[in-house]
């Protein structure tokens, strides 16, 4: 017979199967936090005091999600909330949930991990550590929503804040003391900025940091400010062409310097300009003007990868050498 009690939500019978889950809170107010998932123990997710998870902001109904594990697995229910329940970046009205998933819930994304059963944690104890997690946030002046890029890939972060049509600025750093702003309006993303380099265009700034794999990231509220070359992308276009485009820079990047690597026209200047189209002439131009291959991919208006495919060609022609 099963004693647990149904207020605390105790661990399962031993007679019932060893294999145990939990909701680990990877980003937002409660980043850190653990709630367990047990057997036929609901979970009932709101901003309502009275529920089993207790998610205390304004994007979260007061009765907003039900999780629930049975025969048939790990099922997540949206319950009519206001701004909705996403799992993987889709939203949902009601989705079975797997080891490795994520669920965007508020500003909260929680990843359904295996858990230790053996720990015996009860749903009653996990939200009151909930509480604890998000008064210790609080003191700490953290970002309402922030997280690892390990963690969250940026390309599944995108997905989220533009399914769930998110405004403010995603900030990311990485280990190379680099910073890179993502602007979002209603989940489109409208400027990007690496460093707050000039030289970068939007959309090519939203490319390179898709190769950014490890650091951190923090969404930061709006800004107001009007930039002069903003765009009007939706997420999905982004990462189509971005990902297409890093797998073909990834080919190039073997044939080509590093990026610190100087550069220069050919002296003599054997090849004859003539056989050059005028936008390989550009990237000529520029390789005379700045010098190292990371100037000319910034400075050419053409995106990394045509700016690379010509930079290959102009080396293998020996129009330009390294010095």
Same mark, same amino acid.
């Given at each position: 017979?099963?004693?647990?009690?149904?207020?605390?939500?105790?661990?399962?019978?031993?007679?019932?199967?060893?294999?145990?889950?939990?909701?680990?809170?990877?980003?937002?107010?409660?980043?850190?936090?653990?709630?367990?998932?047990?057997?036929?123990?609901?979970?009932? %997710?709101?901003?309502?005091?009275?529920?089993?998870?207790?998610?205390?902001?304004?994007?979260?109904?007061?009765?907003?999600?039900?999780?629930?594990?049975?025969?048939?697995?790990?099922?997540?229910?949206?319950?009519?909330? !206001?701004?909705? !329940?996403?799992?993987?970046?889709?939203?949902?009205?009601?989705? =079975?949930?797997?080891?490795? &998933? *994520?669920?965007?819930?508020?500003?909260?994304?929680?990843?359904? %991990?295996?858990?230790?059963?053996?720990?015996?944690?009860?749903?009653?104890?996990?939200?009151?550590?909930?509480?604890?997690?998000?008064?210790?946030?609080? !003191?700490?002046?953290?970002?309402?929503?922030?997280?690892?890029?390990?963690? %969250?890939?940026?390309?599944?972060?995108?997905?989220?804040?533009?399914?769930?049509?998110?405004?403010?600025?995603?900030?990311?750093?990485?280990?190379?003391?680099? %910073?890179?702003?993502?602007?979002?309006?209603?989940?489109?993303?409208?400027?990007?900025?690496?460093?707050?380099?000039? &030289?970068?265009?939007?959309?090519?700034?939203?490319?390179?940091?898709? !190769?950014?794999?490890?650091?951190?990231?923090?969404?930061?509220?709006?800004?107001?400010?009007?930039?002069?070359?903003?765009?009007?992308?939706?997420?999905?276009?982004?990462?189509?062409?971005?990902?297409?485009?890093?797998?073909?820079?990834?080919?190039?990047?073997?044939?080509?310097?590093?990026?610190?690597?100087?550069?220069?026209?050919?002296?003599?200047?054997?090849?004859?300009? *003539?056989?050059?189209?005028?936008?390989?002439?550009?990237?000529?131009?520029?390789?005379?003007?700045?010098?190292?291959?990371?100037?000319?991919?910034? =400075?050419?208006?053409?995106?990394?990868?045509?700016?690379?495919?010509?930079?290959?060609?102009?080396?293998?022609?020996?129009?330009?050498?390294?010095?």
């Amino acid at each position: 017979m099963d004693t647990s009690s149904p207020k605390t939500g105790a661990p399962p019978a031993s007679g019932q199967p060893k294999r145990a889950y939990a909701l680990r809170f990877i980003s937002g107010k409660y980043q850190g936090g653990e709630f367990p998932i047990y057997p036929d123990k609901p979970i009932i %997710v709101g901003r309502s005091s009275d529920l089993d998870m207790v998610l205390v902001e304004d994007m979260v109904s007061r009765k907003h999600a039900r999780i629930a594990m049975g025969g048939e697995g790990i099922l997540i229910e949206d319950l009519g909330s !206001t701004n909705g !329940t996403f799992v993987n970046g889709e939203k949902v009205k009601k989705a =079975k949930l797997k080891e490795g &998933d *994520r669920v965007l819930i508020g500003t909260s994304i929680l990843k359904v %991990v295996a858990a230790d059963q053996a720990a015996g944690v009860v749903q009653g104890d996990a939200k009151a550590n909930l509480e604890n997690v998000a008064a210790a946030r609080r !003191t700490s002046q953290v970002r309402t929503m922030s997280g690892s890029l390990q963690e %969250v890939p940026l390309p599944d972060l995108l997905q989220l804040f533009g399914t769930s049509k998110k405004s403010g600025v995603l900030v990311l750093r990485t280990d190379e003391q680099d %910073v890179g702003k993502i602007f979002l309006r209603k989940g489109n993303i409208y400027f990007a900025s690496i460093n707050d380099n000039d &030289d970068v265009p939007p959309v090519k700034a939203c490319y390179r940091m898709l !190769t950014w794999e490890a650091g951190s990231f923090d969404l930061d509220p709006p800004d107001d400010r009007q930039f002069p070359d903003e765009v009007d992308l939706t997420v999905a276009e982004v990462l189509m062409e971005g990902m297409r485009q890093l797998d073909e820079f990834n080919r190039l990047k073997s044939m080509l310097p590093a990026l610190n690597a100087r550069l220069g026209v050919a002296s003599p200047l054997i090849p004859p300009l *003539r056989d050059l189209a005028l936008e390989e002439l550009d990237v000529l131009q520029m390789v005379h003007n700045y010098g190292s291959l990371g100037s000319v991919l910034n =400075k050419s208006l053409a995106s990394d990868l045509q700016t690379a495919t010509i930079l290959q060609k102009l080396l293998k022609a020996n129009y330009i050498e390294t010095n």
